[in-house]
Structures are given as C-alpha cells and as structure tokens.
C-alpha cells in the first residue's frame, strides 16, 4: 500500500486511461509528487476570515436586462417582406 504522500502514476494513468511505460513512470512520479508538494503548502495558509470564491475578481451579468419593449408592428415588417405566406417569410431552400 503506497504512503499518504505518495501518488501511484500507474493508477492515476489508468483513471485517465493513459498507457504509460515504465520509462515514462520513472520520469512522471517525481513531477506528480514535486506537484502536489506544492499543492500541499496551501495547507500551511491561514485562511481563516476569507470567504471562498471561484473567481480572483467580482464577475458580474454582462447581458443586457430581459426587459419587454415595444417592437416593430407585425404587419408593416410583411409588407416589406420580398414574399410572404400566412404571416411568416418565405425563403428560398437552401440545401449543400
């Protein structure tokens, strides 16, 4: 059974359904642990009093308020329609 403070690359790469070799093990164990090394001095913070976010800076809406308007009057907007059928467009087909 591997320690807390090791990571098993084999099964990390089987989760991510990697195939790795044993040279490519060899080479990804010391990064993954110097990783969560530095993942780990997180712990050391003090973050008492900080709320958590999900983003560094206030993200606020940038959408435009669902207001209702007024809008164009039906009728006019089909008299200016090129062709027309029972109130809607006609257009022609277009297929590729």
Known sequence: MNSPDKIDVRYVAHLARMHLG???VARLQPQL???????RQLDELNVDGIEPTAHAIPVQNVFRSDDVRPCLDHDAVMRNAPQAREGQFIVPKIIE
């Open 22 to 24: 044993d040279d490519e």
């Open 33 to 39: 642990e110097q990783i969560v090394g530095y993942v």
